[in-house]
């Protein structure tokens, strides 16, 4: 990004645009031609979160989650979160997953965690359908099924999560072959009926 874009993004931020407002707050988090700063990232998050920016929402409630610069607030990260999901945003719904089922300011709750990470998984979010497959292994939130498990591992190991190809290998060897041969029709299945799955998987809005 050249000096010339930046200004523009600043100049449109300053005038209230809210996806400049989301990118000049994730310059200031990366430090990218405008001076490191976490608080004025949080500021232009959250001006453009006020004006119901999905990413923005997503972007803030990640700060106030992880406390990255800031003081841990689970209260008001889900609440960004939720707003985010609302909309339908892949990354917030895998966010509340991890929320619900590590216990991040509500009680855990693996039957939550599993809803929301299958949300975000049927959105193509590769790291949702990983832990939603961790769940199907342990019939944690949902029934135990080494088939589902098998899908969810292939699915994130296709998008090169970095842990779906060893746990599908794991977890091959204890299903039978007629497990392992109706999930990889289940499989051919899903490709056969949805060629762009992955297209809209990805954001580069969010931290």
Not at 168 to 179: A, D, G, L, N, Y
Not at 182 to 193: P, Q
């Amino acid at each position: 990004m050249n000096a010339t874009d930046r200004k523009r993004i600043w100049q449109r931020a300053e005038k209230g645009h809210a996806a400049e407002q989301n990118q000049l707050g994730l310059m200031h988090l990366a430090g990218d031609g405008v001076e490191p700063s976490v608080e004025q990232a949080a500021h232009w998050f959250r001006l453009a979160a006020g004006q119901g920016l999905r990413e923005a929402q997503f972007n803030l409630g990640e700060l106030l989650r992880t406390g990255i610069g800031v003081a841990v607030d689970y209260n008001h990260a889900r609440h960004y979160f939720e707003l985010a999901a609302r909309q339908h945003l892949a990354d917030a719904e895998f966010a509340l997953g991890q929320m619900h089922e590590f216990g991040q300011g509500v009680p855990p709750d693996a039957e939550k965690a599993a809803q929301y990470y299958r949300l975000a998984a049927e959105s193509g979010h590769a790291k949702a359908q990983y832990f939603l497959g961790g769940l199907c292994v342990e019939g944690n939130g949902v029934p135990r099924d080494m088939v589902e498990a098998y899908f969810w591992f292939s699915l994130a190991a296709d998008q090169e999560e970095p842990n779906g190809a060893d746990c599908r290998e794991m977890i091959e060897h204890r299903m039978t072959q007629s497990q392992i041969t109706k999930a990889k029709r289940r499989l051919e299945d899903h490709y056969s009926r949805e060629p762009s799955f992955f297209e809209d998987a990805g954001d580069d809005s969010n931290v």
